[in-house]
């Protein structure tokens, strides 16, 4: 029976330690997710790359990101845009074949780095349009963070799988926090108070 027990408890630990590889170091930064879905065919000429949505968003979807850097977000399963992700991979795949040939020799534009990539909107920074990416949390920063630490803060969108305050810092890092905890509640107010 302890066997058993030491084992079960092992294989625990190895699924816990896995699933928390799988989600890398930045599992409570916010993600963008695809809530509605731009209803119109994007030639692929004016598609620079594409970022696919987490799996535990609400809905899939693709984020093509245009020459222009506007983001739209579009339904994974249609053709075209099946063709247009293919078109792109394919695309940079011969890019980084190319030996001393740069962006403006091959006529493509690299796409951006990945870091930057994960770029953050605020709901009402977009206005209405609820073709953009929006920010979830998917997981929390357990940490306290220090209220002279928080230059300003969003919330999540109700839609998210877990409601969020996203906490941005003066070094403009973005860290997931929980609405519900009583130290997040008081750093919201601080700022808004700091903010009037």
Do not use: H
Not at 165 to 194: E, M
């Amino acid at each position: 029976m302890r066997q058993y027990c030491l084992c079960l408890f092992i294989g625990l630990l190895a699924v816990a330690f896995i699933q928390s590889g799988a989600m890398g170091n930045n599992s409570n930064l916010p993600s963008e997710c695809c809530f509605n879905y731009y209803g119109r065919k994007i030639p692929i000429a004016k598609i620079d790359s594409y970022i696919e949505t987490r799996v535990d968003c609400t809905k899939p979807g693709v984020i093509f990101v245009t020459k222009k850097g506007y983001r739209m977000c579009v339904n994974p399963q249609l053709g075209w845009v099946r063709n247009a992700m293919k078109v792109v991979d394919d695309r940079d795949f011969l890019q980084d074949r190319c030996i001393n040939c740069g962006p403006s020799k091959v006529g493509i534009k690299m796409p951006p780095d990945p870091i930057p990539t994960v770029a953050f909107f605020q709901c009402g920074a977009m206005g209405n349009n609820a073709n953009v990416p929006s920010e979830c949390c998917f997981d929390y920063y357990r940490s306290k963070i220090p209220i002279p630490k928080i230059d300003s803060y969003m919330v999540t969108r109700v839609d998210c799988t877990k409601p969020g305050i996203i906490f941005v810092t003066k070094k403009s890092n973005r860290l997931c926090v929980d609405p519900r905890q009583g130290w997040v509640k008081n750093a919201v107010k601080a700022v808004d108070v700091r903010d009037m």
